[in-house]
């Protein structure tokens, strides 16, 4: 190879681009070139068999070659692409070396994930996940619960009622007793699920959202295994230690009851708008069940315990992704979806 050579390649490498007319002819022009079989590879190869003075300056050249040849392809690409752009008379053409668009492949919905996550953990605890009707009978809901007809407990669910003695559940819990019925103790549910209350919107109130009901019941289980499992829940749940306290409640279900604080996640109990400057944030209710639950599932109360709680879904993934509404969930607002 020699100078002289290398010019009058590049000369007809020149004329070659120029007459080319559309991407397949510039791609032969690239594969006869700049391929791995191409011209500028064979000169490099054949660089070995050149006296030592020569190689340098040959090699140097080639390169210069190869850039050049490589400016010139892309500025024909890009007057091709022009050219079909505004349609004056270039024939039409698709571009395949263009990167292609990624399909958009859709994703979970933020309570979804709240919901396998704490399924996740539940179940390494031992517990299985169980499921229940969104349609109930009033027994279920209410009568089997310990909650009498007439009795001002009842209010505290705004129910919507349908027709014969059936209703949109306003809680998980009925269906622990759907499973009593069906199931000996010992045993450790969960029962994620969609409840539904006759109550007006704001930011922190739908009527229709999503609970986890827990259950656990055996010989022995007291309100000390009840923090623990929940303790280690929350720890796992939110990635970090977090305190807990157990105020007393009342629930017609359990015996004693509690309302279960967390230390606020977000200031770490020192206090911030989110725990309304207290320190802790309200997660759920909670309690030993109570004999008469059992007595209604068909389970003789004697010697048996448990404990039972119900904590909001929604609740938990507002503060797991700083979620300031709670009326976002059911929007199918694509700006708030498209960030999970
Ligand atoms: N069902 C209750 C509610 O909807 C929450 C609850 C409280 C569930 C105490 C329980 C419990 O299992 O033991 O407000």
């Known amino acids: 190879m020699t100078e002289t050579n290398l010019e009058s390649l590049k000369i007809e490498a020149k004329k070659e681009i120029e007459n080319s007319f559309d991407l397949g002819q510039i791609g032969e022009v690239f594969r006869k070139y700049l391929g791995k079989q191409g011209e500028i590879a064979r000169i490099l190869r054949s660089l070995d068999s050149l006296p030592k003075e020569k190689r340098a300056e040959i090699g140097k050249q080639a390169n210069d070659f190869k850039n050049f040849i490589n400016l010139k392809i892309e500025e024909k690409i890009k007057e091709l692409k022009e050219k079909s752009g505004k349609g004056s008379g270039g024939k039409e053409w698709i571009d395949i070396t263009a990167p292609g668009k990624?399909?958009?492949?859709?994703?979970?919905h933020p309570l979804t994930l709240i919901r396998r996550k704490t399924e996740e953990i539940f179940q390494t605890m031992g517990?299985?996940?169980?499921?229940?009707?969104?349609?109930?009978?009033?027994?279920?809901?209410?009568?089997?619960?310990?909650?009498?007809?007439?009795?001002?407990?009842?209010?505290?669910?705004?129910?919507?009622?349908?027709?014969?003695?059936?209703?949109?559940?306003?809680?998980?819990?009925p269906v622990q007793i759907r499973f009593m019925e069906k199931n000996n103790p010992p045993f450790r549910i969960i029962v994620p699920g969609r409840i539904f209350r006759h109550e007006a919107t704001d930011p922190s109130h739908e009527f229709d959202f999503y609970?986890?009901?827990?259950?656990?019941?055996?010989e022995d289980i007291s309100a000390a295994n009840f923090k623990a499992v929940i303790q280690e829940f929350y720890r796992r749940?939110?990635?970090?230690?977090?305190?807990i306290r157990l105020i007393p409640s009342f629930f017609p279900f359990t015996e004693p009851s509690f309302q279960v604080d967390m230390s606020c996640v977000n200031c770490s109990g020192k206090g911030c708008p989110a725990c309304k400057r207290t320190g802790w944030l309200e997660m759920m209710g909670a309690g030993m069940v109570h004999p008469n639950v059992f007595k209604y599932a068909g389970l003789n109360p004697k010697g048996l315990t448990g404990f039972a709680f119900g904590m909001g879904l929604d609740r938990?993934?507002?503060?797991?992704?700083?979620?300031?509404?709670?009326?976002?969930?059911?929007?199918?607002?694509?700006?708030?979806l498209q960030q999970f």
């Not at 919507?160 to 559940?169: N, Q, V």
């Not at 609970?211 to 055996?218: A, K, R, T, W």
């Not at 993934?317 to 059911?330: D, E, Q, S, T, V």
Request: overall charge positive.
């Open 127 to 173: 517990f299985s996940t169980i499921e229940g009707p969104e349609i109930e009978s009033v027994w279920y809901n209410f009568d089997a619960l310990n909650i009498p007809k007439d009795h001002p407990a009842r209010d505290a669910w705004d129910t919507f009622y349908l027709k014969d003695g059936m209703l949109l559940r306003a809680h998980t819990s």
């Open 237 to 243: 749940f939110f990635g970090k230690p977090v305190k």
């Open 316 to 336: 938990l993934a507002m503060m797991k992704y700083k979620i300031n509404n709670i009326r976002l969930f059911h929007s199918g607002d694509l700006r708030f």
């Open 102 to 108: 990624k399909p958009s492949v859709g994703h979970l």
């Open 211 to 218: 609970q986890l009901e827990g259950l656990m019941v055996g």
